[in-house]
Each structure stands twice: as structure tokens, then as C-alpha cells.
């Protein structure tokens, strides 16, 4: 069984920072990916920025240059550095883990629970 729990989030004002993190435990073979997603009111959940075990990153048009995602694949944690925070950015944000639960022909998507970030104008 693999457990996500994401910290950080919170009320920011506009042009602020946050930090979110996420960490990993259970058993499992490895992971193959990690990432954010974030979800407004009445919209779908969408990719904020994702990042494999080697380091390869990808980020949402609207993120890029403001968010860095980074790993400490040690601790099995993900990371989220938020800059530069606009009113558009308030969403429940959730990490997700691709991994390799108990074989390497497939792999499991695993979300944490959620945290708010809200951004005020």
C-alpha cells in the first residue's frame, strides 16, 4: 500500500511564495514519475508541472518561469516552489506518484489528499 502526504498550501496575497511537498511510503518497487496537478471551482484538474526520477521536468504554459518542481529521490519526496503567485493560481493542488508497485511491466498512479492555495488580489 503506498501513501501520499502533501504539505504546504495555505493564503498567500498576490506576488507571493509558497512551497508544497509531498512524500511517499509504503511498499513499492520504484518510482517512475512524479507531478502536480491542480483543480479550480468548476474546472477539470489539470497538469502544473511534473518531473521524472531522472530529472527530465515539464511545466504548465501558465506556470513556467514561477513554479519549480524539484525531488529528493532519497526521501521519496516532490516538491513544489510557487513564486510570483496570481489570484488565477487558487486551486486544491495534488500530488501524484507514477510507480511501480509490484511489477516493472506496469505502473500505478497514486494522488495525495489535497491542499488548498489560495491567492488573494
Known amino acids: 500500500q503506498v501513501q501520499l502526504v502533501e504539505s504546504g498550501g495555505g493564503l498567500v496575497q498576490a506576488g507571493g511564495s509558497l512551497r508544497l511537498s509531498c512524500a511517499a511510503s509504503g511498499s513499492f518497487l520504484s518510482i517512475n514519475s512524479m507531478g502536480w496537478y491542480r483543480q479550480a471551482p468548476g474546472l477539470q484538474r489539470e497538469l502544473v508541472a511534473a518531473i521524472t526520477t531522472g530529472g527530465t521536468t515539464n511545466y504548465a504554459n501558465s506556470v513556467k518561469g514561477r513554479f519549480t518542481i524539484s525531488t529528493n529521490n532519497a526521501k521519496n519526496t516532490v516538491n513544489l516552489q510557487m513564486n510570483r503567485l496570481k489570484p488565477e493560481d487558487t486551486a486544491v493542488y495534488y500530488c501524484?506518484?507514477?510507480?511501480?508497485?509490484?511489477?516493472?511491466?506496469?505502473?500505478?498512479?497514486?494522488w495525495g489528499q489535497g491542499t488548498q492555495v489560495t491567492v488573494s488580489s
Open positions: 501524484n506518484y507514477n510507480i511501480y508497485s509490484r511489477t516493472y511491466y506496469s505502473s500505478d498512479d497514486y
